[in-house]
Nanobody
Framework: QVQLVESGGGLVQAGGSLRLSCAAS????????MAWFRQAPGKEREFAAA????????HYADSVKGRFTISRDNAKNTVYLQMDSLKPEDTAVYYC???????????????WGQGTQVTVSS
């Protein structure tokens, strides 16, 4: 069992930056690939970024590539999403997810956090 808690969301102006954190419980965090998804009002949840168990491989949606950076610190059981050059269309609830397989976590996760709101004003 893995429990995930996101933090770091907030209100930021367009062009600004935020760093989201996802803290995981359990001693098996370093076995899991991790991902960030987001869901804007009235839209379906969409994939944003993923990272493998070691941090050596990452994958990004085209919409965030070059602006967002996913990373992890296995010693702290935490995965991060650094978001730069934010746009109003990045406004959404951001969720982290965990799965043992990187190819699966870019689609869905076995474990999910409760989400953190990111609002980008124009």
């Amino acid at each position: 069992q893995v429990q995930l808690v996101e933090s770091g969301g907030g209100l930021v102006q367009a062009g600004g930056s935020l760093r989201l954190s996802c803290a995981a419980s359990g001693r098996t965090f370093n076995r899991y690939a991790m991902a960030w998804f987001r869901q804007a009002p009235g839209k379906e949840r969409e994939f944003a970024a993923a990272i493998d168990w070691s941090g050596g491989r990452t994958h990004y949606a085209d919409s965030v590539k070059g602006r967002f950076t996913i990373s992890r610190d296995n010693a702290k059981n935490t995965v991060y999403l650094q978001m730069d050059s934010l746009k109003p269309e990045d406004t959404a609830v951001y969720y982290c997810a965990a799965h043992l397989n990187l190819r699966v976590v870019i689609i869905t996760g076995d474990y999910w956090g409760q989400g953190t709101q990111v609002t980008v004003s124009s």
